[in-house]
């Protein structure tokens, strides 16, 4: 995938699910709220870089009918173990966001990804956007959040760091975002807000869209 820096799956493979700064069992509040609030329905969903599948197993729980896609082997096979554990009805596949996704059947009505962007370079997004576009149904409802270039985190100030575990993240700003998902989507909501991390709370870009 277009990520620099560590192999997200080497991650995987190698730290503590507990030490992986991104994996939470917790889903975020902001997405809680999104689905509390009724704002997006039970539906086919798909969780775009979904990790170790917690925030799709939560939504599952919730009454959505949910793909979850990551790029590393590793990840998925936790997810799918996970899963199988809680007894929770989810579809897990290995794909590469950037690839073809020839691997993913059907359309979704709501698609999400949490905290991925950042680790895709700008070079990479407009094939990533563009492929959101295409998993999703006219009409859908598309959720994105991630590091915003005002978040302090990881040394602060530049647009590219390197974080502790050598992931290389790239930080944007919300003009970036909305040139970025403008040609696909119509952005509904588009705001920097605060969210928790395991270590430390960053400032990251919110952005809630619908697809042309």
């Not at 975020?28 to 709220?33: A, F, K, N, Q, R």
């Not at 956007?129 to 270039?149: I, M």
């Not at 395991?198 to 952005?207: D, E, L, N, P, Q």
């Amino acid at each position: 995938m277009g990520m620099k820096g560590a192999d997200i799956d080497e991650i995987y493979r190698r730290m503590p699910l507990d030490r992986i700064p991104w994996n939470s069992e917790t889903p975020p509040d902001i997405l809680v709220e999104i689905v509390r609030s009724g704002r997006v329905r039970p539906c086919r969903a798909v969780d775009l870089g979904c990790g170790a599948g917690n925030y799709a197993i939560w939504l599952a729980g919730q009454g959505f009918d949910v793909t979850g896609i990551d790029s590393s082997p590793t990840a998925i096979g936790i997810a799918r173990e996970r899963a199988e554990k809680l007894g929770v009805s989810c579809r897990f596949v290995v794909a590469d966001l950037l690839g073809d996704l020839h691997e993913v059947e059907g359309r979704f009505d709501f698609g999400y990804d949490w905290e991925l962007l950042h680790h895709i370079m700008p070079e990479d997004r407009a094939t990533y956007a563009k492929n959101v576009y295409t998993l999703l149904n006219h009409g859908a409802t598309y959720f994105s959040v991630c590091f915003s270039e005002e978040d302090p985190q990881f040394g602060g100030k530049g647009k590219i760091r390197t974080t502790a575990i050598g992931t290389v993240l790239y930080f944007s700003s919300e003009p970036e975002i909305r040139e970025l998902f403008s040609p696909y989507f119509v952005i509904r909501e588009l705001k920097t807000v605060e969210v928790s991390g395991k270590f430390g709370s960053h400032r990251a870009i919110y952005a809630l869209s619908e697809r042309r």
